[in-house]
């Protein structure tokens, strides 16, 4: 099983902060995902990067794949109430399924 | 509209009883995954179905059985339910491409 870690667990920010929160590991990936999961839902896939280095944007969320393929992060620039969830990060699921699982997950709370 | 279908959405169990988890997808995805979401924590991996036909275990699998009926139907079943799977369930199915997961809205089982 690849033990994703994320960074910091908890996070309370205000509106109209910045913000940046890491997802790492000891292994390489062929690619990785971001979801974010509001309360009482499910997660969502916001997006995948592929290639080490890549840099994908969302609106205010810009996400990027580190140069090994071991790391990534995600940035929110301005944050919203709406951003307020749970971030997590996985290993992107192809090919064959597997154990690969999420990262223990970021909790963002954006406050008025 | 296409997704994953999960029923109850809630329930109360007392110890010792059992009870199904039931999760149907629409979307002819390949694999469909258990997992279980604590407070604080992320998503753990309960069992997985690769194809139809087939199950393994995930990371926490003791305590539960799963059957994939077919390929849209994948249910999780507690044989005598304990206090320590009070928790938050979801059902997942992806094609293995780099879509991702789908999930489903999740179950919330208290067990007293």
């Known amino acids: 099983t690849q033990l994703l870690e994320q960074s910091p667990q908890f996070l309370s920010i205000q509106e109209g902060e910045n913000l940046t929160v890491y997802c790492n590991s000891s292994s390489v990936f062929s690619s990785l995902q971001w979801y974010r999961q509001e309360p009482g839902e499910g997660p969502v896939l916001l997006v995948t990067?592929?290639?080490?280095?890549e840099v994908k944007k969302l609106k205010r969320l810009t996400f990027q794949f580190g140069d090994a393929r071991k790391d990534s992060s995600l940035h929110i620039t301005a944050a919203q109430p709406g951003d307020t969830g749970l971030y997590l990060c996985a290993p992107a699921v192809t090919g064959t399924a597997s154990k690969l699982t999420f990262g223990t997950g970021t909790r963002l709370q954006v406050t008025l | 509209n296409a997704g994953v279908t999960q029923t109850p959405k809630f329930q109360v169990l007392k110890t010792g009883q059992s009870m199904t988890l039931q999760c149907a997808q629409d979307m002819n995805h390949n694999s469909m995954y258990w997992y279980r979401q604590d407070p604080g924590m992320g998503l753990r991996l309960i069992y997985y179905s690769a194809s139809e036909g087939t199950t393994d275990k995930g990371e926490v699998p003791n305590g539960y059985n799963v059957s994939r009926l077919n390929k849209r139907e994948f249910s999780l079943r507690l044989e005598s339910a304990a206090p320590s799977q009070t928790s938050v369930y979801f059902c997942?199915?992806?094609?293995?491409?780099?879509?991702?997961?789908?999930f489903g809205s999740g179950t919330r089982l208290t067990v007293v």
């Open positions: 990067v592929v290639t080490g280095g």
């Open positions: 997942a199915s992806s094609d293995l491409s780099r879509a991702g997961y789908t």
